[in-house]
Every structure is written in C-alpha cells, then in structure tokens.
C-alpha cells in the first residue's frame, strides 16, 4: 500500500464524518493559533521597548537615587541619604571624561488650566539637554532653554495632544498654561509620539527642573540621564560617575549606575521567558484538541470495525491497518495546525494594523514549535485507536454489527 493509497484512504475517512472532524480540526486550530498570537504579543513587547531604548540614543549612563542592594534573587534600590541634584549634573558634565551631555528628570501630575478648559497632565522638570537626549522632535516654537538651572525661566514645552485640548483651533505658542498655582508660558508644542518608555509625551508637559521641583515640593531628581561619546567609554564612565558622586555626597556611595545595554538586556531575558510561558500555557490547548482527536478516532474505531476486519481479511497486515489510522489522525491534526496558523498569522497582522506602533511579530521558533506540536499531537494521540484497530481479529471484527 503506497503513501498515496493511505492519505487517500485517511482522507476519505474523514470527510465521510464532516462534523466531527470539522470539531476536532477546530480544535487543534484554536491551540495552534494561540500559541501564534501569545508569543507574537510577546515578541512585540520585547521589540517595542528595546526599540524605545534604541530611540534614547546608544552610549546610556542611568543614575538612580539610593544604592542597590541585593535580596533573595531581586536587586532592590534602597533608600539615599543624600538627593540627586542638578549640581551633581552639572558636575558630571564637567568632571567625567567622555561625557556628551546630561540632563535629570524629575515627574509629577498636576491639574493643568488654559482659559475655560482644564485637564489632568503629567509634568516633567528636565533640561535643554533632554530634547536630544532622548530624540525629542518639536512640531512648533522652541525647546526649554539652555542655561543655568536656577534662572530658568517659567516656560513650557506641552505635548500634541495637550496642545490640541486645552488650545483648540488656535496657535499655543506665547499663551498662558497654569499648572496647579504656578503660570508658564508655552514656547513649544512636541511632535506627536505616544507612549515612550512608561511616559506618554503627547500628554506632557516639559518644564524646566528647578520649577518642578519647586512645584512639587521636592529636593531630589528621579532619574539622571548621561550620554557618553562611545561605548568604550561606559564602562570607565560608570566608574567616574559613582566616584564624583560619592566624593560629592560626603564619601557615601548612595546611587545605582545602570548602563543602557545592561537594561535593554536584562528587559529582553525577561519578556523573553515571559513570551515562552505564554507559549506554553497557550500549547495547553493542544493538550486538550489531542485527547479530543483521541476520542475521535476511538469512536471511529468502533464505527468502522467491520471495514478493519475486512482490510485484515484481504491480506492487509496489521502495521498497515496502523499506519492508515494513524495517518488519519496525522492528517487531522495537521490540517488543523495549518489552519491555526492561517488565523494566527492573520490575527498577528490584524492587530499590528490597529496598533502599528506595536511591533507585534511571531517569533519564528513559535511556529515550528506550533506547527510540529500540532502534527506530534496527532500522531501520539492517534497510537492507542490505531493499535486497537490493528489488534481486531478479522473473523470477529466482520461478525460485529
């Protein structure tokens, strides 16, 4: 019996019980095509905020406030004695061989009022050297001016969408913005971006630090930014930033320097053990398609007694009665993986369509895995009604009704 009689024969079988098999085929489909769509969600988060990084800029120093100490398996960031100021910034830019710039940030909301209209908006203090920083564009006017930090003006820099709500139809630039009790003037408005590592910058409002932190009652930065020239030079950068601050924080070390590829990797290893648990839940569903293929093929078994009796009783040996349902449970489940990877891979474009800015793509190991778990299922689920098929013993089977 060639290859081409069997498929015929398992084919035949199948559409002869068009419902059934349609039940089992939806099944092994729905597991595949989960598989597809949770690791491609996945795999988009991981793209979306190493690509939000690569937008910083390379060559990154992060600063954080309070020393990092290790308990259990998880660093924590524990408490500062002394606050990160924008003295200790400029001291950095001066004192550290290698530096391009730096700025610090500090973030805060506040109720923000033009005229009539009012809405709730997030504020970031920062400096002039936030805007290439962090690849900042401006669709109108200007950015917060260089300086020194204590005469900065009261000026403002308002997102898109912050723009458009609390100035509609008119030109925002030299009109009044109250933040909470304290006036700024808007000198630019920022080139819409969306969300960006946490802060969605359509919906902010950039003012200088030193009124930010005035605003919020505030002594400390939250963040501090350092771009080095090169990537030689993060690693004696690194070195150079915690020995200026602790000789200017009286000899304590009481920050944590992360660079920019230690946290784009560790973020990786992260949403990359989270995209293969969510292969793994979603590979459940095959689990539970294969008992239903099992089940399938045993009723199967029991219809179709009488036709096995009468293949055995023409000579076919049993390892071919074997092979032709197993074939069929094969071709069940493989029609079903193809299946489930048509709508996966459809449902994976339909929601980059409606989201473009979310890298969302499978991973290219998810649907071989998908796709070769789909037929194994099949194929193992399929063993124990092909071995009872092929154990029929002609003369019984025949007699059966």
Partial sequence: MSLLDVLRFAGTALVGHRLRTGLSLLGVAVGVAAVILLTSLGEGARRYVTGEFALMGSNLLIVVPGKTETTG?????????HDLTLADVEALERRVSGVVRAAGLTVGSATARAGELSRDVTVAGTTAEWKPLRRLTLRAGQFLPAGRPEEAPRVCVVGARVASELFPGRNPLGELLRLGDERFRVIGVL???????????????????????RMFDRTSLFRVLVEMRHPADLAPGKTSVLHVLKERHGGEEDVTVFTQDAVVSTLGTIL??????????AAVSLAVAGVGIMNVMLVSVSERTREVGLLLALGAARRQVLRLFLAEAALLSTAGGAAGLLIGLGGARAVRALFPAFPVAPPAWAVAAAVALSVAVGLVFGVLPARQAARLEPVAALARR
């Fill in 73 to 81: 398996t998880l660093p924590l960031v524990g408490g500062t004695t």
């Fill in 191 to 213: 080139t819409a971006r969306g969300v960006s590592l946490g802060l969605d910058l359509d919906e902010v409002v950039l003012v200088p630090a030193v009124q930010a932190l």
């Fill in 272 to 281: 990359g053990m989270l995209t293969l648990v969510l292969g793994g839940i």
